[in-house]
């Protein structure tokens, strides 16, 4: 997603807040933490809507509910790792995840690529963001995504490693993964070398704008230095980190790496481990992505806490900006002033910007409780302690609500107004994905286990010049069957 956006709402300022407790020493090794029941609920509310949603012929899952809506690629990558969380949890059977996961790993490797404007669900390995239900072509005029398609890939890689065993069917799985992940052509989304494209159109060709700055696109680059088919040179990664200091600061008492809203903090983090594992980037700032995930959130959980716009509700244990729905893109007078709502957007607060309306996102705070689950937990419980009632339902929390927006007559692009503010009517792929994975790497460090013994992820990380922690054990046998589900 661009970063570009207007700096609307520009309200805070860099405050100061208590730094957070010392991170706990890196363990590669699980450790299982027991959680609260409402958590253990809402890890299987947002479990079964990749399940229940997805369709169970070519595995696509779409990108919000029930709201109509096309597939979202980057959902299916989640889906395909929650099915993985669903076995360990005891949800499905290890039986069921291979049936959805060679349904859907068929579906990629056979879809039609080409340049055509319609018909097609991809081209040069990469797919377009947004695919059709039931055909799986091009949803509209959407773009072919690098990133979307490099999370659809964490899913993939996820399904290559964890199906493990001497059997036809995950054999296959395993086969059809690398299939796809071998066929991106990362080198032709260099429009700019060293740099990564965000996509392409056919109309128009490659889009714009390119990944630079501290974002979500880290699993980007760390897949294409570690395709075996079609990599990029080093000096992409290091072209990448030049840009980091134009967002090296202090905000909100959390001296970090920013970048506003909070999913740019977690998507790359589903699938990597970075606790303990360093670039030099992160070596000169003596720190790791982890502990910057964390510091970024701690730092949210302030901004909150002083609430400089004045919203209702925020505070301690209600915060949480990251890209979500919201109430109309309107002005309405609200405590002295007129101030401009917003439908979807990339709601965040940092260094390059505040884009604040008063709308808050669940899937914030609940996909950092691996970062900080002192902080996360108390937010999960009391979001649902006070809002409960509108905002979590059968797949957990909906995706935002705005406690500030009340009123009434308004004409809304998304949700409804209930005597506790706006609420969201949906839920969106794309923030359901870190709820229930993050939720998971928390509770036992499954998924990211997994992903340290998958030989891409591993090259890419040392192609960008990763070392330290994990990455300096030798690596799993291929082939150790290390599943307990059923």
């Given at each position: 997603m661009p970063v570009a956006l207007a700096l609307a709402l520009l309200l805070g300022g860099c405050g100061r807040s208590p730094?957070?407790?010392?991170?706990?020493?890196?363990?590669?090794?699980?450790?299982?933490?027991?959680?609260?029941?409402?958590v253990e609920d809402l890890e299987r509310r947002t479990f079964d809507w990749f399940w229940e949603l997805g369709?169970?012929?070519?595995?696509?899952?779409?990108?919000?509910?029930?709201?109509?809506?096309?597939?979202?690629?980057?959902?299916?990558?989640?889906?395909?790792?929650?099915?993985?969380?669903g076995v360990e949890r005891g949800w499905i059977t290890r039986a069921e995840a291979v049936e959805r996961t060679l349904a859907t790993l068929r579906f990629f490797a056979r879809a039609p690529q080409g340049p055509n404007a319609s018909g097609a669900a991809g081209y040069r390995g990469f797919f377009y963001h947004?695919?059709?239900m039931d055909t799986g072509t091009r949803a509209?005029?959407?773009?072919l995504s690098s990133v979307d398609t490099a999370l659809l890939l964490g899913g993939v890689l996820f399904a290559q490693s964890y199906y493990d065993r001497e059997d036809r069917k995950e054999a296959e799985i395993r086969r059809l993964a690398e299939k796809i992940y071998r066929r991106v052509d990362w080198t032709w989304m260099q429009a700019r070398p060293p740099w990564i494209a965000m996509g392409w159109k056919p109309e128009e060709g490659m889009l714009k704008h390119d990944w630079q700055g501290y974002n979500e696109a880290i699993l980007v680059y760390v897949l294409a230095l570690g395709s075996p088919t079609h990599p990029v040179g080093t000096d992409a990664w290091q072209a990448w980190t030049?840009?980091?200091?134009?967002?090296?600061?202090?905000?909100?008492?959390q001296q970090h790496l920013s970048f506003p809203p909070l999913f740019g903090h977690q998507?790359?983090?589903?699938?990597?481990?970075?606790?303990?594992?360093?670039?030099?980037?992160?070596?000169?700032?003596?720190?790791?992505?982890?502990?910057?995930?964390?510091?970024?959130?701690?730092?949210?959980q302030a901004y909150a806490t002083a609430?400089?716009?004045?919203?209702?509700?925020?505070?301690?244990?209600?915060?949480?900006?990251?890209?979500?729905?919201?109430?109309?893109?309107?002005?309405?007078?609200?405590?002295?002033?007129?101030?401009?709502?917003?439908?979807?957007?990339?709601?965040?607060?940092g260094i390059e910007y505040v884009l604040d309306d008063g709308t808050l996102a669940p899937t914030a705070a609940a996909g950092s409780i691996a970062f900080a689950p002192e902080i996360v937990i108390p937010a999960i419980t009391a979001m649902h302690e006070r809002y409960g009632r509108d905002?979590?339902?059968?797949y957990g929390f909906l995706d935002a609500f705005n406690p500030s927006f009340t009123f009434a007559g308004a004409t809304l692009k998304h949700g409804r107004l209930t005597p506790s503010g706006w609420v969201d009517t949906d839920y969106l792929g794309i923030d359901q994905g870190p709820i229930v994975l993050m939720i998971e790497n928390y509770r036992s460090g499954f998924v990211w286990e997994v992903m340290r013994r998958n030989p891409h992820i591993r090259r890419g990380l040392e192609r960008a010049g990763f070392r330290g922690g994990w990455l300096q054990a030798a690596a799993a046998p291929a082939g150790a069957a290390r599943s307990t589900g059923g």
């Open positions: 730094a957070p407790p010392a991170a706990a020493d890196p363990a590669p090794a699980r450790a299982v933490q027991a959680l609260p029941p409402l369709n169970p012929d070519n595995g696509l899952v779409p990108d919000r509910w029930p709201t109509p809506s096309a597939s979202s690629i980057a959902a299916v990558g989640f889906g395909l790792t929650a099915y993985g969380v947004f695919l059709d509209g005029s959407n773009e030049s840009t980091y200091d134009r967002t090296w600061g202090t905000f909100y008492g998507y790359s983090h589903i699938w990597i481990d970075f606790r303990g594992i360093q670039d030099d980037y992160m070596r000169r700032r003596g720190l790791d992505y982890f502990e910057n995930s964390r510091r970024a959130t701690y730092s949210q609430n400089p716009g004045g919203w209702a509700g925020y505070g301690k244990h209600v915060w949480g900006l990251t890209a979500c729905d919201g109430p109309t893109d309107a002005s309405f007078d609200y405590a002295g002033s007129t101030r401009l709502f917003h439908s979807y957007s990339a709601r965040g607060a905002i979590y339902g059968e």
